[in-house]
């Protein structure tokens, strides 16, 4: 179905997107009341199994897959076959959801109050609501929602009960159940609640699998969760996970379903709520635990403006057709289907790309506000702009953006001048604007005397909160960005020089951005391509030139990952000056932080972003798939060694000191 | 109208075989009926004979020559635009069936107004001339056998009854054809032909019954040698019959009512009923790994076989005695069973044989919905209680076998049809669109039968199932017989259409049924068939670890340029989903030339090469050369 157009880099000024209907305008002209208690008669699943969500546990529980890990576990640790049901028992009464219609009129009702009061508008687009609506008949359904706020999943459900869809059972960390009440509260609007990490927990992995697989089969409900697993602190999209992945298309490879549709679903704030929490725990100051309490002082959040909300329901991708040609269904041929089978290396593989694949159009499907291009623009201008050159650069990163393939919500027949004021006096928090000069700086600064240290801090807040809506226009200009570093760096036109050096940076980059493994190719010809239609580079058949009007636009995209690679370079030479040869993986990052926080208060260092917990774990993860840094377990601790000629050499390349060749690369 | 007259004569030569002739035929046709007559009298060896069906080398003179069966029985739409169903040979011959035509425009979106009609009769000019190798003909017709290249004959044995090769024939479309047909009319016979086939370096293609659908038949296109029929009808003798051990010697050539018929006679019978069995021959049966209606109290042919005897290019394969089983290292009739023509010519077999039943009865049980009938089909299976015969239609194929209703005598049959459907579907809450039946064939002495039945229908129960009745029942099994020629009918009216089977362990049984017969709709509406196809299965045998499916699949192809292309694609697609869903490649119609692509796949490379290197022992000439299985 839909996936056979999956994404074209090709076109993507083609792409066409569909019109977006506020929701709340109906909300603010009729009783939420008679909305919480109007008639709900969802669209359902035509072969739908009526079952009740207490019957669901006890398919469960009998479930041959589940008796036969329960046999399995209880003969592996001698416990009884009747203990080891117990526990599975006791595992699905804390996981299981309760999924009540009264809550969800109730959420209806205040939820409605709610957004009222934070959004101007909550924008849906409603052919992709159509388009939910006959996928949900035709097979069971994952909805796979982008996460950047706890709002998410209120929403979401929200939604689909505004527009008469079947409500979704949502996977949900297990954070929140310890928020008395609400908790509660959540499960019984769908949300159903798995351990963060249960890595050799087979019991555990038995009761959630067949759980989430009995739902599906079943046509119980849409299944809703996250692919990223996680709310992204920096608006950039994670690194999608494939468990939950794996486990609702296992029912299709097994043969169980004809097909399931995903439904990936891009859900963007124009302010997001969590903005400063987000930066502080970027920071490492730390994230207040999930509470109650703290949820009701987050009310203060609710007198605040936080501009639109939108939500796009991307075309829904039949696992089928992703899996034709790529999975070999008859590998399940040999084994009882209750059998739990470790997904096979080429299952591995497809999980990885179709993951990868379902977050692009996630991001595809972004709706990106202005404010987004100016938000890069300071950032890249840390001493401030005039607001006329700023809304000259902006108009003029609007038509790169654009030409790119972004989607862009520029406000129609409006001045470029006025909507960069409107932007702005939205954002007016982090910003100084006096005198006709606007720049990035704290605003509400404490009266208390602050430490040099503390300053660069609340400075850092503003930095990272800022890039966080800069991060959202990332995936636009990721690939021309990386091409253009590369050109930046190598010793010559020649394509395959350019080429390698691109590659090398898709390989350092591809735990912080989105980038499909074995796409270099690809991304390679994409970025070619975008740019050369832009005029600013040309592609002969061995060399690539860049174009005299070119400059700038290479310069700017260079700039756009500059702090990344600056980043990188702080923690490499953190790990070449670290002696400590003990270094533990917990004391990473705090140690990375105080060494560039130095460098930053000795004058050595411009970029507050190499402060961001976020960048660090990455770098770090990159260094450990490069080998520059291994993970050796002493006792209990894990150590990391650093190999530190492989690190100095990635750091001279990152600099640009050493041109990226072959031979180091095979080295690294 | 055409007139039938049906003739039956019975003389009884020494040993005891009996010879019993019937004929039907329509007075166009007579003046070369009586050549053939002569000519084939002639040939027979003069004791012991035995003229059946195939008496004539000339089958075509009663069969269709361009569809299923014989040529008087076919259906059509008459005048008032009612279906009826010609000739004397059926049950339903002769019948009107009122309600036929009103499921056939409902399913397919057809229209009466709307024909497809054959062409009326083979076009000789469009038969290549033979391509004959003169000293091999030479050779076979001084070793005193008898030989033909009539183009009719020859067109005859080109095709077995795949969609694309009737479909072709209809259109008057003739692609490669045998050469030479030859016609043995016995073991030594065919050793002499292979003998020749070898010396003059011929392509053989043993040809049996014909009914084969999986182009095992074609001719392959590369073959540039002459290509040889070899139509072993004229072997259709019963040797002997051996009452003591309960086993009986016959020739492989001959057809399965025959044996069947004959048999019966003495009061014995083989109990091996495959759908095909009225055109269908033993040498065939065992050359596909054939499995009848009835396995479940006789087995399948590999059950059924003691002996085989076989030519192959380098000798005759056979087994030095008659044990009932040997360990003397793999099965050599294993080599055999399945090869599809590939290694040589089964011509005589061994085979066990059962008194006759005294009593059979049939039955059915309606069930609500198809999951709860497929579970009580493998508990049946699991108690090892499953009668003779034990099918599960789906919701589709039970409303196609209602279509096949004659129309009632009497208003009380009528009333008594519309209060058992009142009590099934309003007293008993069972949906139409989702109710499936079951039907049943016990065999037996009538006590163990009664009580067989019972314990059947008190199973069923337990899965909601209502007895339904005997007629129900033989009507399902009536279904399967006349399926073929309701296909010509379709064929007449823009419908084509083909079954296709697999098997599957149990466990999978639904997921396969319901995955399969999607697949069929998408593929249909994705390559822009107009009309939703019919795409209905059965589950037809019950083993210990799984089942056999069996699937209709038509569609109307009006407004489409290369229907039977279409038609490819779909069945390739339904086939790959049988392969992801855990079935087999084939259960019982076998490779051919339609299926090898996936046989590497389906036995692994060293199962394929192990079969490889028999055949390049057995056949290194390649003289059995129609390119079946490997």
């Known amino acids: ?668 | 109208l055409p007139l039938s007259l049906s003739l039956s004569l019975s003389l009884s030569p020494s040993p005891s075989p009996s010879l019993s002739l019937s004929l039907s035929l329509s007075p166009s046709l007579s003046p070369s009926l009586s050549l053939s007559l002569s000519l084939s009298l002639s040939l027979s060896p003069p004791l012991s004979l035995s003229l059946s069906l195939f008496l004539s080398l000339s089958l075509q003179e009663i069969m269709k020559w361009n569809g299923w069966g014989y040529s008087d029985s076919r259906f059509l739409f008459n005048k008032k635009g009612q279906a009826e169903f010609t000739g004397k040979r059926y049950r339903l011959s002769g019948l009107i069936l009122p309600s036929l035509k009103d499921w056939f425009e409902g399913t397919f979106g057809a229209n009466l107004q709307h024909r497809s009609p054959a062409t009326p009769s083979l076009n000789l000019s469009a038969v290549a001339p033979p391509h004959l190798n003169q000293p091999f003909v030479e050779d076979l017709k001084a070793a005193g056998l008898s030989v033909s290249h009539d183009p009719e004959d020859r067109v005859f044995r080109a095709h077995g009854h795949c969609l694309h090769e009737v479909f072709a024939l209809r259109e008057g479309r003739i692609g490669r054809v045998p050469d030479v047909v030859v016609w043995p009319s016995c073991h030594n016979d065919v050793e002499k032909i292979v003998e020749l086939a070898c010396k003059h370096n011929v392509c053989l293609i043993p040809y049996g019954g014909g009914t084969s659908v999986s182009s095992a038949l074609e001719c392959p296109r590369e073959e540039t040698r002459s290509i040889v029929s070899l139509d072993t009808s004229q072997m259709n003798r019963i040797l002997w019959i051996d009452e003591k051990n309960l086993t009986a010697h016959v020739e492989a050539g001959i057809i399965g009512q025959d044996l069947e018929r004959q048999l019966n006679e003495r009061g014995y019978c083989t109990g091996h009923e495959p759908d095909s069995m009225e055109f269908s021959s033993l040498g065939g049966w065992v050359a596909t790994r054939a499995s009848g209606m009835k396995k479940n109290i006789y087995g399948n042919i590999e059950d059924l076989v003691v002996h085989i005897k076989m030519v192959t290019p380098r000798g005759v394969i056979e087994k030095s005695c008659l044990g009932p089983r040997m360990s003397t290292g793999p099965d050599i009739h294993h080599f055999i069973l399945g090869s599809e023509g590939t290694l040589g010519v089964v011509t005589e077999v061994t085979l066990k044989i059962r008194p006759v039943p005294e009593y059979q009865k049939y039955g059915s049980v309606v069930f609500p919905n198809f999951q709860q009938g497929v579970a009580c089909l493998r508990e049946v299976a699991r108690q090892r209680c499953a009668p003779a015969s034990i099918r599960l239609m789906d919701n589709e194929q039970f409303q196609f076998g209602h279509a096949l209703k004659p129309q009632v005598s009497s208003i009380f049959t009528s009333f008594l049809d519309g209060l058992k459907k009142f009590y099934i579907t309003k007293f008993k809450g069972f949906d139409p669109h989702h109710l499936c039946v079951a039907t049943l064939l016990f065999e037996g002495d009538r006590g163990k039968v009664l009580q067989h039945e019972k314990q059947v229908y008190d199973i069923a129960a337990k899965f909601g199932g209502l007895a339904a009745g005997e007629d129900n029942g033989q009507r399902g099994y009536m279904l399967t017989f006349v399926i073929a020629y309701l296909r010509d009918l379709g064929m007449d009216y823009y419908v084509i259409g083909e079954s296709f089977e697999t098997s599957v362990p149990w466990d999978r049984v639904l997921d396969l049924c319901r995955n399969v017969k999607e697949r069929i709709v998408r593929e249909c509406k994705e390559r822009g068939v107009q009309f939703p196809p019919l795409s209905t299965c059965r589950v037809t045998q019950t083993y210990d670890a799984g089942a056999c499916v069996y699937f209709y699949f038509a569609f109307n192809y009006r407004g489409l340029s290369d229907p039977v292309h279409i038609y490819e694609q779909v069945e390739h697609a339904a086939r790959e989903e049988i392969l992801a869903n855990g079935g087999s490649l084939s259960h019982h119609h076998g490779v051919g030339k339609l299926r090898k692509e996936w046989m590497k796949a389906s036995v692994s490379g060293v199962g394929l090469g192990m079969l490889k290197s028999v055949k390049e022992y057995v056949d290194p000439q390649n003289i059995f050369g129609n390119g079946n299985l490997l």
């Open chain 1, 1 to 668: 179905m839909a996936s056979r157009a999956l994404y074209s880099p090709r076109h993507p000024m083609l792409k066409k997107r569909d019109d977006f209907e506020d929701i709340l305008e109906e909300r603010r002209r009729s009783s939420d009341l008679r909305y919480a208690l109007r008639c709900y008669t969802p669209t359902l699943y035509r072969g739908l199994v009526p079952c009740k969500a207490s019957m669901l546990k006890s398919i469960v529980l009998q479930s041959d897959h589940l008796q036969y890990v329960i046999k399995q576990v209880s003969s592996e640790s001698g416990e009884s076959t009747e203990g080891v049901s117990e526990e599975a028992s006791l595992i699905l009464d804390e996981m299981a959801h309760c999924l009540q219609l009264s809550t969800i009129r109730f959420f209806a009702f205040t939820l409605s109050k709610a957004f009222k009061r934070l959004f101007r508008s909550v924008c849906v687009n409603e052919e992709g609501i159509q388009r939910l609506q006959q996928a949900v008949q035709e097979h069971p359904v994952v909805l796979l929602p982008s996460h950047r706020s706890y709002m998410d999943f209120l929403m979401m459900s929200y939604l689909l009960y505004t527009y008469d869809l079947p409500l979704p059972v949502i996977a949900a960390g297990m954070d929140f159940m310890s928020m008395k009440f609400v908790g509660e509260m959540l499960r019984m609007s769908g949300a159903f609640f798995i351990r963060r990490s249960f890595g050799g927990d087979k019991l555990y992995w038995a009761v959630f699998s067949e759980y989430v697989k009995t739902m599906l089969r079943n046509g119980y409900a849409p299944i809703e969760f996250f692919l990223e697993g996680t709310r992204s602190r920096t608006c950039k999209s994670l690194t999608p996970k494939t468990g939950l992945l794996n486990i609702v298309m296992e029912p299709f490879f097994k043969g169980e379903l004809f097909d399931v549709n995903l439904v990936p679903v891009s859900i963007s704030y124009e302010r997001i709520l969590e903005e400063s929490l987000y930066a502080r725990e970027l920071l490492g100051i730390p994230k207040p635990k999930e509470s109650t309490s703290g949820l009701l002082k987050a009310r203060r959040v609710l007198s605040e403006d936080y501009g639109s909300m939108y939500v796009y329901f991307g075309h829904p991708v039949s696992v089928r057709s992703l899996a034709e040609g790529k999975i070999n269904r008859s590998q399940y041929n040999l084994l009882p289907r209750y059998i739990p089978q470790k997904p096979s290396a080429d299952t591995h593989e497809f999980l990885s790309d179709a993951a990868f694949r379902l977050v692009r159009i996630q991001e595809e499907n972004m709706v990106l506000k202005p404010w987004v291009l100016i938000a890069t623009l300071l950032l890249q201008n840390p001493d401030g702009l005039d607001l006329s050159s700023l809304a000259e650069q902006t108009d003029w990163l609007r038509h790169l953006a654009l030409a790119f393939g972004a989607f862009l919500d520029w406000p129609d027949h409006e001045a470029c001048s006025e909507v960069v004021s409107c932007s702005l006096a939205l954002h007016r928090h982090l910003l100084s604007v006096s005198a006709g000069h606007v720049q990035l700086s704290v605003t509400d600064v404490p009266q208390v005397e602050t430490t040099p240290e503390e300053a660069v801090f609340h400075q850092a807040v503003v930095v990272l909160s800022c890039a966080s809506y800069r991060n959202q226009i990332l995936h636009v200009f990721l690939r021309p960005a990386l091409l253009a570093m590369a050109m930046q760096s190598a010793n010559s036109n020649r394509k395959d020089d350019v080429y390698n050096g691109f590659n090398f940076l898709r390989k350092v980059f591809s735990n912080e951005f989105i980038l499909c493994p074995g796409d270099s190719v690809q991304d390679f010809e994409e970025a070619c391509y975008l740019l050369m239609k832009r005029g600013v580079l040309q592609v002969l058949e061995h060399e690539i030139v860049m174009s005299a009007s070119g400059h700038s636009t290479l310069a700017f995209l260079s700039s756009v990952l500059d702090p990344f690679l600056q980043g990188y370079q702080v923690v490499c030479r953190y790990l070449c000056e670290e002696t400590n040869e003990n270094l533990t993986e917990k004391e990473f990052i705090p140690a990375v932080r105080s060494f560039a926080l130095k460098l930053i208060l000795a004058g050595r260092l411009k970029c507050y972003e190499a402060l961001s917990s976020d960048l660090q774990k990455n770098a770090l993860a990159a260094f450990l798939r490069l080998k520059a840094v291994r993970k050796v377990k002493v006792g209990d601790q894990v150590t990391l060694k650093v190999n530190k000629v492989a690190v100095n050499s990635l750091e001279d390349i990152l600099g640009g000191k050493i041109p990226t060749q072959k031979p180091i690369l095979a080295r690294l």
